[in-house]
């Protein structure tokens, strides 16, 4: 949801949320004045108002945006969202997001993010083919495999990547695989990609469960959004033996006590294009399905969906987010108050971005791995993000959040300060 600033009374915008994150982060980590105040700003804002011929003949204008938060780690990067809720304000905090995000797993890569204010639901393949080719030649200036690097997110999938791929590599005059990540296998995607985000999810929930003492019981699981991230995680959740007991998208979902069957909500889920009406369970609302009875609730849909309103009613004893932003700063105090732990998006979800690193290296070496290799690697790297994350908590006394941001911002600010403030 997105609000002015002004009502405070209702709930924070999704910028409203990574500043505050921020704030509490530096707050605990003492930094001094100077870094913690550049570090809070975007480095670059860009908006951009194009047209888009529609299959009628009309032209209608389109306002996308491409926001650079921090490069003193290297090129940003950051996916691009397709949604009618996109604002400015919604990508500067995704920006933001990724720069900490980033940082947290190590990735020599500074943050970004990219929107269009379009419902891609209401547009047909070659209306988007165009939509898509005219804001990456808007982006010219800003995009390159050692400036910023592209990628999927909500409303946008591996076939966007090879337009701006072809795009940019029709503009430069040779094929640049390297200008995006999470690209079809055959233009030099990474294999492992697609799955990378919701499989990372799973990966923190086990490494969570282990140390909270609950690895071996029963794990019941929730998952808000059926989408990559959530499809992904919901599948690799039911290989691994988890009841997963509930699942969403934007329509509604469905519930069974005793566990789905997700290969058979898969199915289903293409079929009927929606998931209700599953056989042998029930529909339920997506506000129901995060309240519902369970030990685990992956919220992987989008921002601000755990608030003050209904954070109180979350039955689950674990948050593992897999969407970004989807804890405002006030259910974040309720939750924890309540005893709630939660894995942060910046560590949950980062298998996205991991991988995308992955098939960055690739694509410069022109020499790719096999899908054991991803999945090796996937896993160490968010391991050691998450004991890294573990012992900032334990260190300083403070949740599982404030940590994952305490150890970015830390690595963020003395890269800053080895390389000084320009000129
Ligand atoms: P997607 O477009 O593939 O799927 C989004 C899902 O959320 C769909 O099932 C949709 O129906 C559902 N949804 C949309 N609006 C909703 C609403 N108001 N209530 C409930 N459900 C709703 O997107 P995705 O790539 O799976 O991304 C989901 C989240 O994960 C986003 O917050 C994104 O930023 C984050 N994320 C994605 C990746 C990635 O690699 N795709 C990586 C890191 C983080």
Not at 98 to 112: E, H, I, Q, R
Not at 247 to 256: A, K, L, M, Q, T
Not at 281 to 306: F, H, R
Not at 396 to 410: C, G, P, S
């Amino acid at each position: 949801m997105v609000v002015s600033y002004n009502h405070t009374h209702e709930i924070e915008n999704a910028y409203q949320t990574a500043l505050a994150q921020y704030d509490r982060a530096v707050h605990k980590l003492e930094l001094d004045e100077n870094t913690a105040e550049y570090m809070r700003w975007p480095r670059r804002e860009f908006t951009v108002n194009f047209p888009v011929r529609r299959d009628d003949g009309r032209i209608e204008m389109f306002t996308g945006y491409r926001v650079h938060h921090n490069t003193i780690l290297g090129p940003s990067k950051g996916g691009i969202r397709y949604s009618t809720a996109v604002t400015l304000d919604e990508v500067r905090a995704l920006a933001m997001w990724m720069t900490w995000k980033c940082a947290l797993v190590n990735l020599p890569y500074g943050g970004a993010k990219g929107g269009v204010i379009v419902d891609p639901k209401t547009m047909s393949q070659t209306e988007l083919e165009r939509l898509t080719r005219r804001y990456t030649s808007e982006l010219i200036p800003l995009i390159s495999p050692h400036s910023d690097i592209p990628a999927p997110d909500m409303g946008t999938n591996a076939q966007t990547m090879a337009w701006i791929m072809d795009t940019y590599s029709m503009t430069v005059g040779y094929s640049v695989p390297a200008i995006v990540t999470g690209k079809p296998i055959n233009i030099g995607g990474s294999l492992g990609r697609n799955e990378a985000t919701g499989r990372g999810v799973i990966v923190c929930m086990m490494e969570a469960l282990k140390r909270q003492g609950m690895a071996n019981q029963r794990i019941r699981i929730a998952i808000q959004g059926f989408g990559n991230v959530g499809s992904n995680a919901a599948l690799y959740a039911y290989e691994q033996g988890f009841d997963v007991v509930a699942v969403s998208d934007v329509v509604g979902g469905i519930y069974n006590e005793n566990g789905l069957d997700i290969p058979a909500v898969e199915e289903h889920y293409k079929a009927n294009k929606g998931l209700t009406n599953f056989p042998g369970s029930q529909n339920i609302t997506n506000e129901e399905l995060l309240l519902i009875d369970c030990d685990v609730l992956i919220p992987a849909a989008m921002e601000g969906q755990i608030t003050e309103r209904n954070a109180s009613q979350v039955k689950a004893k674990m948050i593992i987010e897999g969407a970004n932003g989807p804890t405002t700063t006030e259910a974040d105090d309720i939750l924890n108050e309540r005893g709630v732990f939660i894995v942060p998006d910046v560590l949950a979800n980062s298998g996205g971005v991991i991988v995308s690193y992955f098939e960055w290296v690739q694509d410069i070496q022109s020499f790719f791995w096999d899908v054991e290799e991803v999945y090796r690697q996937l896993e160490r790297i968010m391991i050691k993000a998450y004991d890294a994350t573990a012992q900032m908590a334990e260190n300083k006394n403070t949740d599982m959040r404030t940590a994952a941001q305490m150890v970015a911002i830390r690595r963020v600010a003395d890269a800053l300060n080895t390389r000084g403030f320009y000129p």
